[in-house]
């Protein structure tokens, strides 16, 4: 077993894990660059591969068998091309080849490209059925779809290789924890030691977990190996996983697994089950930043003029600061820095004590007070129309806050977090949420933490424009608002 007592390292050392954990950091990073590149790496091949087949077909060794019938400048055709290759992208996604952390074989990979391409053929088949004017040239599409698969599948064996190499090299590797003391465990962290290409990289072992022990500060995720260990343990592995905001798998035991978004993995011939903390561990990450960083950007320029009216109202008003910086603690309990335009009288963190014996939230670990005397006239206008918020779109750029999720809380209203709300750290916090839309502070802090963890395992980016649109319509009729 791998542990060390954090208590008895040095200034040096520490500075040292301060650099490691940087670089981790940017492993993790780059292991996510890698998946995203699949996508864009995809069409180009595509569009490389009807280019080639458009030019093969004027080619005279073609020509020769086959006279052209038909003249298409290249001008009308790549539009078309263009076109076609967005939708075998959607096909391909159908087929699932751009799950995140599936691990697939690169037989099965080729396989599902193959699968993909021919039913993309037959769609485009299809279609000359019911519009034989559409395209006119059979060879063409035929030609089209063999270079698909040859081209698509060369690229996806680089990238591949490219990932390998990577892993072989230490970089973008998921250090993990295995508990267990069987045979099948033995044979796992064999086959992680000797296949660094699988993307692992076993940073510590444990025969029996026990949950006072001290792990490694770069662990990613824990594998509980052994099919025989009881369930009590298993249930409190996986609440010390929660806690801490690590990936979990076990060796699947073959009976059910009653939790949301599983997911199956084989190695080394023994099944092995996931559990994903919300579907934004994989593509729905890259998707959530997108559209975060587009409909920020958006809505920045558009309410540029309204923002520098506030912050003008506010200096004439009260004088600076105009926009103040709160500590909050952020995705995977990591400290974090929100602003807000200034809605209480300078000094209001220091009045805090003196009024918590009036907090109306008793319920939980937030503060509440409907009538705060620290807050302002124009503060509590800002805040019933939630405008004090609006300066938060400039953290949702820098990449610290999301548009949508849970709401950030102080260090110290974490502190006293149960272990169930833990959950709500497991993505980046949100200027609105589902809990905001159903009651905004009218809510008690249990059944917030249940809509935002509700949100986070069954999050969608249908779900997300939704609670937009309806966080205008709940702040337009102003109520809940503190």
Not at 162 to 170: I, K, N
Not at 223 to 240: G, H, I
Request: proline letters at 5%; charged letters at 20%; aromatic letters at 10%.
């Amino acid at each position: 077993m791998v542990s060390f007592n954090p208590r008895h390292i040095s200034m040096g050392q520490r500075r040292t894990r301060n650099i490691k954990h940087v670089i981790i950091i940017a492993m993790k990073k780059s292991q996510l660059f890698l998946a995203s590149l699949a996508l864009p790496l995809d069409y180009l091949a595509l569009v490389l591969a009807g280019l080639s087949a458009y030019f093969l077909r004027f080619e005279s060794f073609v020509t020769d068998i086959r006279p052209i019938m038909f003249y298409l400048p290249v001008g009308e055709y790549l539009p078309i091309l263009l076109s076609a290759a967005i939708i075998w992208l959607a096909i391909f996604a159908l087929a699932g080849l751009y799950q995140i952390g599936s691990r697939l074989k690169f037989y099965d990979e080729l396989r599902r490209v193959f699968l993909a391409c021919s039913t993309g053929l037959a769609l485009i088949i299809i279609l000359f059925f019911f519009n034989q004017s559409l395209f006119s040239s059979r060879f063409i599409v035929l030609a089209f779809w063999g270079l698909a698969i040859l081209y698509v599948g060369l690229e996806r064996g680089l990238v591949r290789r490219l990932r390998s190499s990577l892993y072989r090299r230490g970089w973008a590797l998921d250090n993990v924890m295995v508990v267990g003391g069987d045979v099948s465990t033995q044979e796992l962290v064999k086959l992680f030691n000797n296949n660094p290409g699988l993307g692992y990289r076993v940073v510590a072992t444990m025969s029996n977990f026990d949950p006072n022990t001290d792990v490694p500060s770069n662990l990613d995720e824990v594998l509980l190996a052994d099919v025989n260990t009881p369930s009590s343990e298993r249930v409190r592995l996986w609440e010390f996983c929660l806690q801490h905001h690590l990936g979990f798998k076990y060796v699947a035991d073959i009976f059910n697994a009653q939790l949301h978004n599983v997911v199956m993995h084989t190695w080394a011939g023994v099944p092995v089950v996931e559990i994903k903390k919300t579907p934004l561990d994989g593509w729905g990450r890259i998707i959530k930043r997108l559209f975060d960083l587009l409909s920020a950007t958006l809505l920045l320029v558009v309410l540029s003029p309204f923002l520098l009216i506030l912050a003008l109202m506010i200096l004439v008003k009260y004088g600076r600061p105009l926009i103040v910086a709160l500590p909050r603690i952020g995705e995977k309990g990591r400290p974090l820095v929100i602003h807000k335009f200034r809605s209480m009288v300078v000094g209001a963190d220091k009045m805090k004590q003196q009024l918590y014996n009036r907090n109306e939230r008793a319920d939980g670990p937030l503060f509440k007070l409907t009538d705060d005397p620290r807050v302002t006239p124009l503060g509590r206008w800002l805040r019933k129309w939630s405008f004090d918020e609006l300066p938060q779109l400039w953290d949702v750029l820098r990449g610290k806050m999301s548009l949508v999720g849970p709401r950030p809380h102080e260090p110290a209203e974490v502190a006293k977090y149960q272990l169930h709300h833990h959950k709500l750290l497991n993505i980046k916090p949100g200027i609105t949420g589902l809990a905001q839309i159903s009651g905004r502070s009218s809510l008690s802090f249990e059944e917030e933490a249940r809509l935002d963890t509700l949100y986070i395992e069954d999050w969608s980016l249908g779900h997300d424009i939704l609670i937009l649109i309806k966080t205008v319509i709940v702040v337009w009729q102003g109520k809940g608002a503190v």
